[in-house]
């Protein structure tokens, strides 16, 4: 019974019993034989050992498994809000709408193209350069998604990073958060733009003399903004050289820690960062559209 | 039936697919077995977190598309392969680090590498049934059901990837 044969033969079934899945009677028979053969014996104790660690590791992913799902199950429910509450001050289905727009291929085409214009704007206001720019990166996702949300993380040398968040939210029409809190709200079909700075709120509350600042700003055409942006960004010629773009989409991986990594979603979603001091630090994100 | 009757079955059917499933319902039902077909075809834990929460998001969105309910576990999986593949083909160059950031790593996060390694090694049919036994709390009919396969495809799939696995292993050490 004990040749090396029949023991061969045996270690499948001696894995189906580290694993449970074995028939009581066969078990039965098996465990009496692992007691009088050594070889079966000691490739029993192996499995059985590392069964163990195997079972707690993947517990381990399960509890992690259990946190990213209410995680997720949270910004679901927090989407199907925002939908419940957009719809009620509107009266519409926003969602049945986008979903007509977005089954054109002509439409399609104009949001992406809404995409590439707000790219060129920040190109064109902080004097970066186009190359470094992954334009197929940053158009993909309108082709696939009803709206489109990135952030766009700019660094230079001796400058803080300077982060915008961009929404578009349909065809041509695009909203940009600075890092500073100004709001650029654009609509390229109409060509109008607007720039809104809530620190500049405060002296028409005050009511503050200077008439131009107090007045509410008019909505201005696109090509005023650019070339209003191009004129600023004149003046920080000498900083604005070594500009980069880093590309929208940022490797996911929390190993490749490099310059910075940005998780979207879950427990770790934000912008992890390198301190002055070299260590590692992560900045929460604004609160990502889920489609509800 | 004629045209218009199909499609209105069909219609009908979409309709129920939005209506019968809710999202969180599909994330609490749906998500370990992703995440356990997701954690089979990359070689990173983190990478199959993230590709878990896409597939939902991708989901949902395109949860008109599913026309029978019954088939749900079947589709999301789809989706997830697809993911996968999509993942391989289109990963990001990782950005070196230039100077060494000392991690700490605990001793579950080693062990949980290491398997990950060791079962990123297997071969390809072995992968997803192994990885969906373990994080369904070691129940075949389930993982079963997951791949649409029988139970006792499931068992000698099984058997075959543990014993290739302790191979693996013992290799390492």
Redesign the interface.
């Known amino acids: 019974m004990n040749n090396k044969g029949n023991c061969q033969n045996r270690?499948?079934a001696i894995?189906?019993l580290?694993?449970?899945?074995l028939d009581t009677k066969d078990a039965d028979e098996l465990q009496r034989h692992i007691e009088s053969c050594q070889s079966c014996r000691k490739l029993y104790q192996?499995?059985f050992n590392?069964e163990e660690?195997?079972?707690?590791?993947?517990k381990?992913?399960?509890e992690?498994?259990e946190m990213?799902?209410s995680s997720?199950?949270e910004q679901?429910?927090k989407?199907?809000q925002t939908a419940v509450k957009r719809n009620k001050e509107t009266g519409k289905t926003i969602k049945l709408i986008w979903r007509t727009i977005m089954k054109n291929p002509i439409t399609k085409f104009a949001a992406a193209a809404a995409i590439i214009i707000a790219v060129l704007t920040v190109v064109f206001q902080f004097g970066g350069s186009m190359e470094s720019l992954a334009f197929a990166e940053a158009v993909r996702p309108v082709l696939d998604?009803?709206t489109a949300s990135f952030d766009v993380a700019l660094e230079s040398g001796n400058q803080p990073v300077q982060m915008s968040h961009f929404l578009c939210m349909s065809p041509g029409l695009v909203r940009q958060t600075m890092s500073d809190g100004t709001i650029n709200i654009a609509d390229y079909q109409q060509n109008k733009a607007i720039s809104l700075n809530p620190k500049e709120k405060m002296p028409e509350r005050n009511g503050g003399k200077n008439g131009e600042q107090n007045r509410r700003r008019q909505p201005v055409a696109v090509g005023d903004l650019e070339r209003n942006n191009r004129h600023e960004s004149d003046q920080r010629h000498v900083w604005r050289q070594d500009l980069s773009f880093r590309?929208t989409?940022?490797?996911?991986?929390?190993?490749?820690?490099?310059?910075g990594v940005r998780?979207?979603?879950?427990p770790h979603a934000g912008h992890l960062r390198r301190t002055d001091r070299?260590a590692?630090e992560l900045h929460p994100l604004p609160a990502q559209k889920?489609?509800? | 039936l004629t045209k218009t009757e199909s499609g209105n079955k069909r219609k009908g059917k979409d309709a129920n697919a939005r209506n019968a499933i809710t999202p969180q319902e599909l994330v609490r039902k749906y998500a370990s077995a992703v995440l356990g077909l997701c954690i089979a075809h990359t070689k990173n834990f983190h990478d199959s977190e993230d590709i878990m929460q896409d597939v939902f998001i991708k989901a949902i969105s395109k949860l008109d598309t599913l026309r029978d309910t019954n088939r749900t576990r079947a589709w999301l999986m789809q989706i997830a392969r697809r993911k996968c593949i999509d993942y391989h083909r289109s990963r990001p160059e990782a950005m070196p680090i230039s100077e060494d950031i000392e991690a700490p790593v605990s001793e579950k996060e080693k062990q949980i590498r290491r398997l990950h390694d060791a079962i990123s090694k297997l071969p390809d049919g072995y992968r997803e049934p192994i990885t969906l036994y373990y994080l369904s709390g070691q129940n075949c009919p389930s993982v079963a059901k997951a791949l649409g396969i029988s139970e006792d495809a499931v068992r000698s799939r099984l058997v075959r990837a543990r014993l290739k696995l302790h191979e693996i292993l013992s290799e390492d050490i």
């Open positions: 270690r499948e894995t189906a580290v694993l449970g899945i192996e499995l590392e660690s195997i079972r707690s590791a993947f381990v992913i399960a992690r498994d990213l799902q997720l199950i679901f429910d989407g199907e998604a009803r590309q989409r940022i490797p996911r991986s929390t190993r490749s820690v490099g310059r998780r979207r979603y879950g070299g590692l889920v489609p509800g």
